[in-house]
C-alpha cells in the first residue's frame, strides 16, 4: 500500500492568513492526489484533485502543488468557512489510501 | 444535483454482518465508480472498495485487501442503490461509513454521503 504522511497534524492559524499543508506518498503517485475539506457531521468535500486542479465550486484561495511524492494544500487567506480537517488521497492505485487529516483551527 | 444517502443499522453486535445501503439520487450509477469509505473514531479515512458499471448489468468490484475477505459490494441499477456487506465484525469495525462516487479512475471523490455511524457492539 502507498502511505501518505501528511503534515502538520493540527494547526492554529487565523482569519487572513496564508497557510500550507504537506502531503508525502510513500512512492511516485504521479500527480495522482485529491485534497478535501471536512466539517463535523458531513462528508468530505473535494477541493483539488490531479493534485492542482481546482474543483468546479471551490474557491480561487485553495491551490496545489508539487509532484512525484510531495504535494502542497495552499489557502491563500483564510475565511472564517475554510476553519475544518484537511485530507489528501492518492489515487493512483488501489488500495486509495488517505493521510491522517490536518485539524485546521482558529 | 446528485446526491448520496448512507442507511443501515447504527448498532450491529460482534461477529455478525453490517450491511449499509446507499442510495443515489439526481443521477445513474452507470459509468460511474461507488466507494465505501470508512473513518474509525480519531483516525484517518479508510477505502473499503468500489462498484463500477460500465453498462446496466452486473458491476466490476475492487477492495481493500485489508478487508477483502469480509466485504462485498454490490448494487442495483434500477433503483440506483448499491451495498455494504462487512462480515465478522469486531469493535475495531466501529466508525462513521460514507459512500462517494467518482467521475473516472483518474479522479477523487466528487460527491460523498454525509456518513452514517456504526457501533460494534453486543
Known amino acids: 500500500d502507498i502511505q501518505m504522511t501528511q503534515s502538520p497534524s493540527s494547526l492554529s492559524a487565523s482569519v487572513g492568513d496564508r497557510v500550507t499543508i504537506t502531503c508525502r506518498a510513500s512512492?511516485?503517485?504521479?500527480?495522482?492526489l485529491g485534497w478535501y475539506q471536512q466539517k463535523p457531521g458531513k462528508g468530505p468535500k473535494l477541493l483539488l484533485y490531479?493534485?492542482?486542479r481546482l474543483e468546479s465550486g471551490v474557491p480561487a484561495r485553495f491551490s496545489g502543488g508539487g509532484s512525484g511524492t510531495d504535494y502542497t494544500l495552499t489557502i491563500s487567506s483564510l475565511q472564517p468557512e475554510d476553519f475544518a480537517t484537511y485530507s489528501c488521497q492518492q489515487y493512483y492505485t488501489t488500495p486509495y489510501t488517505f493521510g491522517q487529516g490536518t485539524k485546521l483551527e482558529i | 444535483q446528485v446526491q448520496l444517502q448512507e442507511s443501515g443499522p447504527g448498532l450491529v453486535k460482534p461477529s455478525e454482518t453490517l450491511s449499509l445501503t446507499c442510495t443515489v439520487s439526481g443521477g445513474s450509477l452507470i459509468r460511474y465508480y461507488w466507494s465505501w469509505i470508512r473513518q474509525p473514531p480519531g483516525k484517518g479515512l479508510e477505502w473499503i472498495g468500489y462498484?463500477?458499471?460500465?453498462?446496466?448489468?452486473?458491476?466490476?468490484?475492487n477492495y481493500n485487501p485489508s478487508l477483502r475477505s469480509r466485504v462485498t459490494i454490490s448494487g442495483d441499477t434500477s433503483k440506483n442503490q448499491f451495498s455494504l456487506d462487512l462480515s465478522s465484525v469486531t469493535a475495531a469495525d466501529t466508525a462513521v461509513y460514507h459512500c462517494?462516487?467518482?467521475?473516472?479512475?483518474?479522479?477523487?471523490?466528487?460527491?460523498w454521503g454525509q456518513g452514517t455511524t456504526v457501533t460494534v457492539s453486543s
Open positions: 462498484i463500477y458499471y460500465s453498462g446496466s448489468t452486473s458491476g466490476s468490484t
Open positions: 490531479a493534485a492542482s
Open positions: 462517494a462516487r467518482s467521475p473516472s479512475i483518474n479522479y477523487g471523490m466528487d460527491v
Open positions: 512512492q511516485g503517485i504521479s500527480d495522482s
